[in-house]
């Protein structure tokens, strides 16, 4: 699909300098921009591109100003950095635009689906599953029976949702992640064996919610594992059973919670960081890439960092302390042979 400079100018409030019927059908770089791309420069460190690119057309902030003659066609407008979002978002809806019931797939005949749905070839949809509208549910994906979806929820290829889980409104989950598998839930016996025990809970996730790719969401094993709204989780990360996120909490990739803890809200965690489990973290906390948090935490909006978790400050200092040990090793021997010496002499 391709839109001329006048188009984008139209949508963005600009105004065009240079040819405003060229067209572009591609995003890029303006350092890496060819023929037929649009780009955009915000960031002065990069203006030395603007002389140079290829691409045809290249958003600019009104006040910018130009010392060389440019090859690309101008779009002025308030902000380059904002209409270059606003473009990349409508470029994403168009290459994710899906519509239909694609075959083979399957929907049971209980099953109530919202107008403006799609559904990929190969899903599969049990019984008294709802879906509300808008709802895209790619290849390979499967809904288990009693399953409720929201409006504008979007599954891509693969992912698995577990019966009797509820999703919000505007949920996107990634490809490969898991909602609602069984909790660890195992009690041990006198000769050492294991007996699972049956995990009868569900997963709730709130409106606004993001999930990454290769997430797994334990179901609890009664009552809710809970993921509150605007929540946004990264690729990898293993939340267990009843475990609780408070709302506009972000997690990086490969962190994981134990069971029954419950995250506050407006959390930030790092790549890479573990929670025991039965714990109580308070809103605002922030945690550093590999922190290990072995208590709960009461004081709102501090800094962590270590493991196990110390205060960020305590935690940087102790940090060049440890990168020290082996000078202070040294000294110690020093000292030691010294004391040594003073000793022969007494003698």
Not at 75 to 104: C, D, H, M, W
Not at 139 to 160: E, H, K, S, W
């Amino acid at each position: 699909m391709q839109f001329t400079a006048k188009d984008i100018a139209m949508l963005l409030n600009g105004t065009v300098e240079g040819d405003e019927t060229v067209a572009v059908n591609q995003l890029a770089k303006i350092e890496e921009a060819q023929n037929g791309s649009l780009s955009f420069l915000a960031n002065l460190k990069y203006e030395q591109y603007l002389y140079t690119t290829d691409a045809s057309i290249v958003i600019v902030n009104n006040s910018q100003q130009l010392t060389a003659p440019v090859k690309a066609t101008l779009i002025r407008v308030e902000n380059a950095y904002s209409a270059f979002t606003l473009l990349l978002e409508k470029y994403n809806t168009f290459k994710l635009y899906k519509e239909g019931i694609e075959q083979p797939s399957f929907i049971h005949k209980t099953a109530q689906i919202g107008d403006n749905a799609y559904i990929g070839a190969f899903a599969y949809i049990g019984q008294d599953v709802k879906a509300g509208k808008n709802c895209k549910i790619y290849p390979n994906c499967y809904i288990a029976d009693n399953v409720t979806l929201g409006d504008n929820v979007t599954l891509f290829p693969g992912v698995v949702v577990y019966f009797d889980c509820v999703i919000g409104n505007n949920v996107t989950i990634h490809s490969g992640a898991v909602i609602g598998s069984d909790g660890f839930g195992f009690a041990p016996n006198p000769d050492g064996s294991y007996t699972k025990i049956a995990q009868i809970g569900n997963v709730i996730i709130e409106d606004n919610v993001e999930i990454g790719s290769n997430t797994t969401v334990d179901r609890a094993t009664m009552g809710s594992t809970v993921i509150r709204k605007g929540a946004k989780i990264d690729n990898l990360v293993m939340i267990a059973h009843n475990v609780e996120i408070g709302s506009h909490t972000v997690m990086a990739a490969q962190s994981g919670i134990s069971g029954s803890t419950k995250i506050g809200s407006r959390v930030v965690i790092g790549g890479q960081v573990g929670f025991a489990g039965h714990l109580n973290i308070a809103d605002g906390s922030q945690f550093g890439a590999q922190t290990g948090v072995n208590s709960s935490i009461k004081v709102i909006d501090k800094q962590w960092g270590g493991s196990p978790h110390l205060p960020y400050k305590d935690y940087l200092r102790a940090h060049v302390n440890v990168r020290r040990l082996p000078e202070l090793e040294q000294r110690v021997r020093e000292l030691e042979n010294i004391i040594k010496d003073l000793k022969k002499d007494v003698q």
